[in-house]
């Protein structure tokens, strides 16, 4: 059942802008699903955007959990930009996920049969969060986003543990606003960290998500249901 998101004028009110935002819950149901498909939304959107996913992947004993941006937005800048020009929206929706994780493991979901996925500056937020919380994750699936941080940052002080997540980064490979090489970088971290990472750069494919995405997506899923 979808839930319009609540009216919020600023993602800079409070210090916790994205708390006690809406969640949108489709699929199966959370209690009885044969996997968790936590799907965040890109910038100037909500839920029902990328709702719009849940039937071309096609897989109906998934449930499927959309939390909401304040205001549309997780953070104001650019991924780019210096960190703390994104905050406070930036830690305030890395601790609503991590809030979000945990919750669904709480109803008996154990992590492994959690897959995170997130399209645009949702990716970017997902890559982030991912890094930030290492586990056994049913998976990653990182639609045309990557990792948080400046030009030239480096990430060879993160540790942690993706051993053997399946993890899929997909981008054009020409976007206005993703750079390739951020794709190809946050690749590489989680492959230094473990996981079985598939990246694809798509030429000319512009800002959304093909058919090919879906069908990696579908293996992501399908290999987090037959999980024990």
Same mark, same amino acid.
């Not at 059942?1 to 009110?13: H, R």
């Not at 949108?24 to 968790?36: E, K, T």
């Not at 799907?39 to 709702?51: D, E, F, L, S, W």
């Given at each position: 059942?979808?839930?319009?998101?609540?009216?919020?004028?600023?993602?800079?009110?409070?210090? #916790?802008?994205?708390?006690?935002? $809406?969640?949108? =819950?489709? +699929?199966?149901?959370?209690? *009885?699903? !044969?996997?968790?498909?936590?799907?965040?939304?890109?910038?100037?959107?909500?839920?029902?955007?990328?709702?719009?996913?849940?039937?071309?992947?096609?897989r109906?004993?998934?449930?499927?959990?959309?939390?909401?941006?304040?205001?549309?937005?997780?953070?104001?800048?650019?991924?780019?930009?210096?960190?703390?020009?994104?905050?406070p929206?930036?830690t305030?929706?890395?601790?609503?996920?991590?809030?979000?994780?945990?919750?669904?493991?709480?109803?008996?979901?154990?992590?492994?049969?959690?897959?995170?996925?997130?399209f645009?500056?949702?990716?970017?937020?997902?890559? #982030?969060?991912?890094?930030?919380? $290492?586990?056994? =994750?049913? +998976?990653?699936?990182?639609? *045309?986003? !990557?990792?948080?941080?400046?030009?030239?940052?480096?990430?060879?002080?993160?540790?942690?543990?993706?051993?053997?997540?399946?993890?899929?980064?997909?981008?054009?490979?020409?976007?206005?606003?993703?750079?390739?090489?951020r794709?190809?970088?946050?690749?590489?971290?989680?492959t230094?960290?473990?996981?079985?990472?598939?990246?694809?750069?798509?030429?000319?494919?512009?800002?959304?998500?093909n058919?090919?995405?879906?069908?990696?997506?579908?293996?992501?899923?399908?290999?987090?249901?037959a999980?024990?």
């Amino acid at each position: 059942m979808f839930m319009a998101p609540t009216a919020f004028p600023s993602q800079f009110v409070g210090m #916790e802008p994205h708390a006690n935002q $809406p969640v949108v =819950y489709d +699929g199966a149901p959370l209690d *009885s699903a !044969g996997a968790v498909l936590i799907m965040v939304h890109g910038r100037n959107a909500a839920p029902k955007n990328i709702v719009e996913l849940i039937p071309r992947f096609d897989r109906p004993s998934v449930a499927c959990v959309m939390p909401t941006a304040a205001g549309g937005t997780w953070y104001p800048f650019s991924f780019m930009a210096p960190r703390d020009t994104n905050e406070p929206g930036l830690t305030s929706a890395l601790t609503m996920l991590n809030a979000l994780v945990e919750g669904v493991m709480a109803r008996g979901v154990p992590a492994h049969k959690i897959v995170l996925l997130g399209f645009s500056q949702g990716a970017c937020l997902m890559s #982030e969060f991912a890094m930030r919380h $290492p586990r056994r =994750y049913g +998976g990653v699936v990182i639609f *045309s986003g !990557g990792l948080i941080g400046e030009p030239g940052a480096t990430w060879d002080d993160v540790t942690g543990s993706f051993t053997d997540v399946p993890m899929f980064f997909g981008c054009s490979e020409v976007d206005g606003h993703i750079p390739k090489e951020r794709v190809l970088d946050s690749a590489a971290l989680f492959t230094r960290l473990g996981a079985r990472v598939t990246c694809t750069l798509y030429p000319g494919m512009g800002h959304l998500v093909n058919d090919d995405e879906i069908r990696a997506l579908q293996g992501v899923l399908d290999e987090a249901l037959a999980a024990e």
